[in-house]
């Protein structure tokens, strides 16, 4: 099965009915007076009129967050440049978006993304609406945007000289590219009487090694505004999947626009296993096409070990030095490509398969084996590092799983798919050495949920606390969360007792039909 773009039609049947989860929290809401916009209190008849005059308040959104996993590349590297199938499937490591509005009166938005030292206002008014509300160029929340139009972008460009001026022209690089994707979306999907209001980001996701941080933060972005504008139903437990699906696309595809503000020519896996979580199977084979993109929406939770080598990675590099060795060796390259690409068909048809179960042994063992084979594949076309085989010397050496590189390799990360019942004194060992050695672990499950919704950003953990409501997260506590751990603590999805997921966050789940 491949998905379904949600359509226009879909989309006004939504906004006609107006309600969904988040919004029947809103109309919840009133200021000054009871549901009917009545005063509580008497008032005289020069008061009255006054009153019936004045335009009525409307509520102010209430704080909320949205968050969105990053992925690892699980099957079928550098074959999938060829046409041959891949694997991608989503991480537990995530990014996490605070979004809280301003008073009325306040008429200016703010990006602060801390991890990467960023932060900065605009004056909404102030914002080149007229070229993106024009009717020549004005794009709607249920559009497919492909291709980024050169004079939005060109509009955009003076709003981002003055971002980050005393850093390096590498790090205004990023901060310039970061505020682009930011903006054309805020410009696309918001209008000039959008509300002041300030995004404040987190994440656990390790930034440039890989595993789609950018694409993580992009769709945190898209949902975050697509809410603001009422245009998404749900999540809620009983939302039917097909529906859940037209939700999770319409975040996708402005998560795509994004990504392209950064990467300028995306494949859109990253954004895609970011938005609907589990796995996919991508492959394209012809690239004047769209690719194939099939959900495994059965795809099961795995324990991974994520190792970041901390060896920069260039995927171009990478990609080049494949190709050349395909000139060089034409027929043997080819095979080993094959063989990729079966390893990935056969990865595929073992995880479907009725009795495959993520906590037997011999299922792990079998994906494990497939690991292990794909990676020396891999190593066998140039595209490994030394760290990446001391990751593997250092799994294997102490039996604890099976390790294979992710991504282009040259560097970057590793994954290693952990076996049932390690003792946590031989994992404690491990991590350890790892730790002496300068890598970056994570202990994370792949094939986890997609994009979340924290509505209003209240939690429950299991205190006293819950029952006057939840603890409040507020911007304090969110910019003060110290690192990854302190974040997870704060806000994370499965922080709740014994790592459960924690009541409050919502998903929007499909399962195979």
């Not at 410009?187 to 996701?205: D, H, N, Q, V």
């Not at 497939?370 to 990676?375: E, G, R, Y």
């Not at 029952?467 to 922080?495: H, R, T, Y």
Request: net charge negative; charged share 25%; proline share 6%.
């Amino acid at each position: 099965m491949t998905l379904t773009p949600a359509t226009p039609d879909s989309a006004t049947s939504e906004m006609s009915n107006g309600v969904n989860g988040f919004h029947k929290e809103m109309e919840k809401l009133h200021v000054n007076g009871d549901a009917n916009g009545r005063s509580s209190s008497s008032e005289d008849e020069g008061d009255k009129k006054k009153r019936m005059n004045r335009k009525n308040s409307s509520p102010m959104m209430p704080a909320f967050m949205v968050s969105a996993p990053g992925k690892v590349i699980v099957f079928g590297e550098h074959a999938v440049v060829y046409g041959k199938a891949a694997i991608a499937a989503s991480i537990s490591l995530r990014s996490y978006l605070l979004v809280t509005h301003l008073s009325k009166s306040k008429r200016t938005v703010t990006m602060q993304f801390p991890d990467i030292d960023l932060i900065h206002t605009w004056n909404i008014d102030e914002l080149p609406w007229q070229i993106f509300q024009s009717p020549s160029k004005k794009k709607y929340y249920y559009d497919l945007v492909t291709t980024l139009d050169p004079e939005l972008i060109q509009a955009i460009q003076p709003h981002l000289v003055d971002i980050s001026p005393g850093k390096s022209e590498a790090e205004r690089k990023i901060h310039q590219n970061s505020a682009a994707s930011f903006l054309y979306l805020f410009l696309s999907l918001g209008s000039p009487k959008s509300p002041g209001c300030r995004y404040t980001l987190r994440s656990t996701i390790p930034i440039g090694a890989g595993v789609g941080s950018s694409a993580s933060i992009a769709v945190c972005l898209a949902a975050a505004m697509l809410l603001q504008i009422r245009t998404l139903s749900g999540p809620h437990p009983d939302q039917p999947s097909e529906e859940a699906r037209v939700q999770m696309e319409r975040i996708n595809r402005w998560a795509f626009v994004a990504e392209m503000c950064i990467h300028g020519n995306p494949s859109g896996v990253d954004n895609t296993v970011s938005t609907h979580g589990k796995a996919f199977v991508y492959q394209r084979t012809d690239y004047q096409k769209p690719p194939t993109v099939t959900p495994l929406w059965d795809f099961p939770e795995l324990p991974l070990l994520l190792v970041d080598t901390k060896v920069p990675k260039s995927t171009a590099i990478e990609v080049a030095k494949v190709a050349a060795l395909k000139n060089t060796h034409q027929e043997l390259v080819g095979s080993i490509l094959d063989a990729v690409d079966t390893i990935t068909r056969s990865a595929e048809s073992l995880i479907e398969e009725e009795y495959f179960d993520n906590e037997d042994p011999e299922s792990l063992r079998r994906v494990g084996e497939l690991m292990t084979i794909n990676h020396g594949l891999l190593s066998a076309l140039g595209v490994s590092h030394p760290r990446l085989e001391r990751v593997r010397e250092l799994v294997d050496h102490a039996g604890i799983g099976w390790t294979k590189l992710t991504g282009a390799g040259g560097g970057g990360c590793s994954i290693s798919l952990i076996k049932p019942d390690v003792p946590k004194e031989k994992l404690d060992k491990l991590e350890r050495q790892l730790e002496n050695e300068g890598y970056q672990k994570f202990r994370t499950t792949l094939g986890g949920d997609g994009v979340g919704v924290l509505w209003p950003a209240v939690l429950k953990n299991g205190l006293d606390e819950d029952e006057e409501g939840g603890m409040e997260i507020d911007l304090e506590k969110f910019l003060n969360a110290p690192g990854n751990d302190g974040v997870e603590e704060l806000v994370g999805v499965s922080g709740g007792l014994g790592g459960a997921e924690r009541e409050g966050w919502k998903f929007w789940r499909v399962e195979s039909q």
